[in-house]
């Protein structure tokens, strides 16, 4: 079986950012059609443009706050509108509002839940029904490793992304016998903005901590994405690919 993506369309969220971006152009390489579902339009936008003239008419953004499920619903009907037929969506927006649990604001606990876990549920909400009715479909979580482990600073983080654990599994054993696979990964460190406002030294010492010496690369995270949405991971469901270069280990 192939992992290629040849025919297939796809929805990544937070596909404007660094991962989301990497999977996008990946899954276009592939053979696929995507939808970039994004709040930030103007990276968007740009990002689309910068594309292959080749592949910028299998590409599409759509404007969309993950955390608002009003405009997931108008995103999801946008993009079935013109993909036509939604294969395989990539819940992978993401914030950070870091403060150590003395000094975290109730604001920034929610806006992180909103977007990181709320977001994750009222996407596949609004998706999985047409995967369901067609009888196939590959949902993609995105969780972390901070997620399993916990991080200094990462209440609210570390509670999301353990609760999008909580829900693939559980969505993985609604969905499975509809023929809709639910799986997440859990990236380690990657070299993205998100990782980019973290100080210097603190970069340095998390990858003296990994096994492999290196910041993972958005484009790691990605080729993990492309696996669990190919027809190669069709018997993979309900599993939490840890893409960390060994770090959790
Ligand atoms: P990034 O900051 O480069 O990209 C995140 C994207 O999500 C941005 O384009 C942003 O505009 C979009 N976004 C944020 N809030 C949104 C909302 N409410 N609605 C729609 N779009 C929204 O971050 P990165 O690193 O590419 O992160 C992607 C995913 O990977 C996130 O879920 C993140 O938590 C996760 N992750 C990242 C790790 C890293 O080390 N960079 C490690 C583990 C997980």
């Excluded at 608002?68 to 395989?88: K, T």
């Excluded at 047409?130 to 209440?155: D, E, F, P």
């Amino acid at each position: 079986m192939s992992m290629r993506l040849d025919g297939k369309t796809a929805i990544i969220t937070g596909g404007a950012g660094g991962i989301g971006w990497a999977a996008a152009t990946l899954f276009l390489e592939q053979g696929a059609r995507v939808v970039v579902a994004d709040y930030n339009e103007a990276a968007g936008m740009q990002r689309i443009a910068s594309l292959d003239p080749k592949l910028q008419g299998q590409a599409r953004f759509i404007a969309v706050d993950v955390s608002s499920e009003e405009q997931v619903e108008a995103m999801a009907h946008a993009a079935l509108a013109w993909l036509g037929a939604i294969d395989i969506l990539v819940n992978n927006a993401g914030i950070t509002r870091d403060a150590m649990l003395s000094r975290m604001t109730t604001e920034q606990w929610k806006q992180v839940l909103d977007v990181n876990l709320s977001g994750v549920y009222y996407c596949t909400k609004h998706v999985s029904p047409h995967m369901a009715a067609r009888g196939k479909g590959k949902i993609i979580n995105t969780s972390s490793i901070v997620g399993v482990q916990g991080n200094l600073g990462q209440t609210n983080y570390a509670a999301a992304k353990a609760g999008v654990i909580g829900m693939t599994r559980t969505w993985a054993k609604e969905l499975g016998y509809k023929g809709v696979c639910v799986n997440a990964v859990a990236p380690g460190f990657i070299a993205t903005d998100m990782v980019a406002s973290m100080p210097e030294q603190a970069i340095a010492a998390m990858s003296e901590r990994v096994p492999l010496r290196r910041l993972g690369q958005p484009e790691d995270v990605a080729q993990a994405y492309l696996y669990l949405a190919s027809d190669a991971a069709d018997y993979v469901n309900g599993t939490v690919l840890e893409v960390n270069g060994g770090l959790s280990i």
